[in-house]
Every structure is written in structure tokens, then in C-alpha cells.
């Protein structure tokens, strides 16, 4: 089993910066790669951001592509989500999800694990 924290949500305006943090503990030696995903309201979840195990590939939605950065850090067992020029179609709760065996880094169903999420909120 393992278990996932996130923090650093908040309310944060338009163009704006936030970094959320993802604390991994329990079997954490099993090679996760790991991904942030995020929902607003009324809408399905969506994949955001995606990372190896390694660090050494990373994956992104169109939607965040250069403005957000995945990165992580295994001997802390945590792994980040810097987001910047953040706009309001930003907001939503956001969560990280824990994976071995991906075959689609963007799948929600192909991840093993998920933390209960924080939110955040861009105002215009």
C-alpha cells in the first residue's frame, strides 16, 4: 500500500505561481512513476502531468504545456507540481496518483493509488 498527501493548494490570482507537493509513504520502493491529475466542477477528472520513476521522462496536457513543471524528489519521497501563469480554467481540485505498470501515463484507471486531493482556486 501506499499513501499520498498533497499540499500547497490555494486561492492564488490569474497569472499567478503555486507549487503542490505530493508525499508518498508506506511501499514506496516499488518504482512508482507518478502523476497529478485534476477536476472541476462538473466536469471528469483529467490527467495534467505525469513522471518515470527516474524523473528522467516526463509527460504533460496540452493545456499545461509550458507553464507547468512535474518534478520529483525520491529521497523525500515527494513530487511537485510547479504551476505557473495560472488562469482561472485552472481551478479545480487537484490530485496525485501513484503507478507501476503504465501504459498510458494520461489513464486515471491505469494508476494504483490516489491521495484525496487539494484545491485550487484562480481568480480573474
Known amino acids: 500500500q501506499v499513501q499520498l498527501v498533497e499540499s500547497g493548494g490555494g486561492l492564488v490570482q490569474a497569472g499567478g505561481s503555486l507549487r503542490l507537493s505530493c508525499a508518498a509513504s508506506?511501499?514506496?520502493?516499488?518504482?512508482?512513476?507518478m502523476g497529478w491529475f485534476r477536476q472541476a466542477p462538473g466536469k471528469e477528472r483529467e490527467f495534467v502531468a505525469a513522471i518515470s520513476w527516474s524523473g528522467g521522462s516526463t509527460y504533460y496536457a496540452d493545456s499545461v504545456k509550458g507553464r507547468f513543471t512535474i518534478s520529483r524528489d525520491n529521497a523525500k519521497n515527494t513530487v511537485y507540481l510547479q504551476m505557473n501563469s495560472l488562469k482561472p480554467e485552472d481551478t479545480a481540485v487537484y490530485y496525485c496518483?501513484?503507478?507501476?505498470?503504465?501504459?498510458?501515463?494520461?489513464?486515471?484507471?491505469?494508476?494504483?493509488?490516489w491521495g484525496q486531493g487539494t484545491q485550487v482556486t484562480v481568480s480573474s
Open positions: 496518483a501513484a503507478g507501476r505498470f503504465l501504459s498510458s501515463w494520461s489513464d486515471d484507471s491505469e494508476y494504483d493509488y
Open positions: 508506506g511501499r514506496t520502493g516499488n518504482n512508482y512513476a
